[in-house]
């Protein structure tokens, strides 16, 4: 049974990445424009083509409570093997309005905007959490796609020399519950105290004191109560 023309642009996706790609790296086609930014190229040619500009910043836009650019190398990355594709990164902006040891903990995704079928290509890394701190501000991806694939005007990329690229950012909050526990071998003096009656008596493996406050901190003791019985032959 043949399909018609209809049903297999419903079943068409453009060749992605025709060489080797990193492990873990995810691309696959949806409807859905990404929630967070888009920015359009118009005459993308004479962009690439001016030696001077090896790569450009888009605007600032908002994430989860935080300010982002998209730097996009319209020739590759030459520097970290992108030599022959579109390299694509997100970085953390206005990091000097973020407080002292600050990280950022992120899972994004990259959109390309398929004018032809009207759907975006999008790539990501499965599962992959980054974190964002003052020694690293910026994650992407060298080879997001090959030249070559992205200029093929039937793939719907680049069309009257015109592209658009967009973002995801979801940034997890850290809530987590905190606890530090400490032992000190040999306290100066602030001798913790336990009394406990009817030894002969006591039906538990262990006890545990009141608390104690010592240099702002909360302690405890908690004795292990060891039976022993003696055999005479």
């Avoid at 453009?14 to 995810?26: K, Q, S």
């Avoid at 001016?50 to 450009?56: A, P, R």
């Avoid at 974190?131 to 039937?154: I, N, P, V, Y």
């Amino acid at each position: 049974m043949k399909r018609s023309r209809e049903s297999e642009s419903n079943f068409f996706v453009p060749p992605v990445f025709n060489g080797p790609c990193a492990d873990g790296i995810i691309r696959f086609t949806r409807d859905l424009p990404p929630a967070h930014y888009l920015f359009r190229i118009n005459s993308f040619s004479l962009f690439s083509e001016v030696e001077s500009v090896q790569k450009f910043k888009s605007g600032v836009f908002d994430a989860g409570g935080y300010k982002w650019r998209l730097l996009l190398y319209p020739n590759g990355n030459k520097k970290s093997n992108g030599d022959g594709c579109i390299s694509l990164y997100l970085r953390i902006s206005e990091t000097e309005k973020l407080p002292s040891g600050w990280q950022v903990n992120v899972n994004f995704k990259f959109f390309v905007f398929d004018q032809i079928r009207d759907k975006y290509l999008v790539v990501e890394e499965a599962g992959a959490v980054k974190r964002f701190h003052q020694m690293k501000t910026e994650w992407g991806f060298d080879q997001l796609l090959l030249l070559d694939c992205f200029k093929d005007a039937s793939n719907g990329y680049l069309v009257n020399d015109s592209c658009t690229f967009g973002a995801e950012v979801l940034v997890i909050e850290q809530k987590a519950t905190w606890e530090v526990m400490s032992m000190v071998k040999h306290p100066a003096g602030n001798p913790i105290s336990f009394k406990i009656k009817g030894f002969s008596k006591l039906d538990k493996e262990y006890y545990e004191s009141p608390l104690q406050t010592i240099a702002g901190c909360q302690w405890y003791v908690v004795p292990f109560i060891v039976f022993l019985t003696f055999f005479l032959h």
